[in-house]
């Protein structure tokens, strides 16, 4: 799910939109992400019906190495500096709001 600011309700499908389109126009893009630890390689499962995007990560949930993963990991995929990505909400918890800095 992107989000075009900080206001949730303005979020639409991630399909519709992707980070090249959103950063050529120097707006942040928003991603809401569930995460599963401990997986065998970190890698995007599926996508959600609500715009979700899962995704497995292979550092454990201790000490913030599965958030540093995901952000190494959201940072080669997109192609952004690590960082211009940080963790608005769900630092300790499964499902994350992602926000990637236009660059």
């Not at 309700?9 to 992400?33: A, D, F, G, M, N």
């Not at 190494?72 to 690590?82: E, G, I, R």
Request: aromatic content about 4%; proline content about 7%.
């Amino acid at each position: 799910m992107i989000c075009r600011d900080d206001r949730p309700r303005r979020c639409y499908p991630i399909k519709h939109y992707s980070v090249q389109q959103t950063t050529e126009k120097k707006e942040p893009v928003y991603l809401r992400i569930k995460v599963t630890p401990k997986s065998a390689k970190t890698e995007i499962t599926n996508t959600l019906d609500d715009g979700t995007i899962k995704i497995r990560v292979a550092a454990p949930p201790e000490k913030g190495k599965a958030n540093k993963e995901l952000i190494k990991f959201l940072s080669a995929h997109y192609n952004v500096p690590k960082d211009a990505i940080s963790i608005i909400s769900g630092k300790s918890d499964h499902l994350k709001l992602i926000k990637i800095n236009a660059v």
